[in-house]
């Protein structure tokens, strides 16, 4: 796949854009917290496995309340600056295995904000993540050149009756995944990620002499004449 021309660009932007959204928020609802520039990282992460892949920032803060800070008030003020800056906004209060917390969310334009508010322990979490952004142009996968051919196949040798000398997985091509009718990729059903022909391994080719019954039945200059007058 190749590059397009100043996504890269587009998706630091991206980033650095939320960090200020984040910022924005917690000086609202939890003014004397620091979110360091730290927070957000260097590199973007795979958030979905399409063809091509599309990425996004993502970043996590997490601090302390303050002792005359509430977390019904953090809760408040979160509501109030998502409200303020436009953003929808969903609140949630979910159970969890050590502590229960609240949690509110904005999102617009595709940047999603959470405020996560643990009132037992008076901890909050900030996090956000950035619209996805696909880094290169799709490509469809090309065939590659075949391991063997009719011309190179060895003495005592046919060509794999799966993939036709391929060698590569004839599903995949040797990509390990396909792309599923909603343009997502899935782990190849023919090779299972092992991206050779699951029949002959990568070879291209089998061996006449171990080859089983039915296989032969693929090679009809392999099959005995009488076998075939018994079986008609």
């Given amino acids: 796949m190749s ?38 990282p260097d590199a973007p992460e795979v958030a979905e496995w399409t063809e091509p892949l599309r990425y996004r920032f993502a970043l996590r803060v997490r601090i302390g309340l303050d002792a005359d800070l509430s977390a019904d008030e953090v809760v408040r003020r979160a509501v109030e600056a998502f409200t303020t800056g436009g953003f929808d906004i969903v609140e949630e209060r979910r159970a969890g295995t050590a502590a229960a917390r609240v949690v509110v969310t904005g999102s617009r334009a595709g940047f999603r904000i959470d405020v996560r508010v643990w009132p037992a322990t008076g901890d909050v979490v900030y996090a956000g993540v950035t619209p996805t952004v ?12 075949p391991v063997r051919t009719a011309e190179t196949v060895e003495p005592g040798h046919v060509l794999c009756y799966e993939c036709d000398g391929l060698g590569w997985c004839p599903a995949c091509y040797g990509f ?39 296989e032969r039945a693929f090679y009809p200059e392999l099959v005995d004449p009488l076998v075939r007058e018994d079986e008609s």
């Fill in 134 to 145: 696909a880094l290169r142009a799709p490509r469809a996968p090309e065939r590659p050149d």
């Fill in 176 to 214: 390990s995944w396909v792309v599923d009718d909603a343009g997502l990729r899935q782990s190849c059903p023919e090779c299972r990620e092992r991206r050779v022909c699951p029949i002959c391994r990568g070879a291209g080719q089998l061996q006449i002499a171990r080859l089983r019954r039915a």
């Fill in 3 to 40: 590059e397009v021309p100043g996504t890269d660009v587009e998706l630091r932007r991206l980033g650095l854009l939320l960090l200020a959204q984040v910022r924005n928020v917690a000086a609202h609802v939890t003014p004397a917290a620091v979110i360091p520039e730290s927070a957000l």
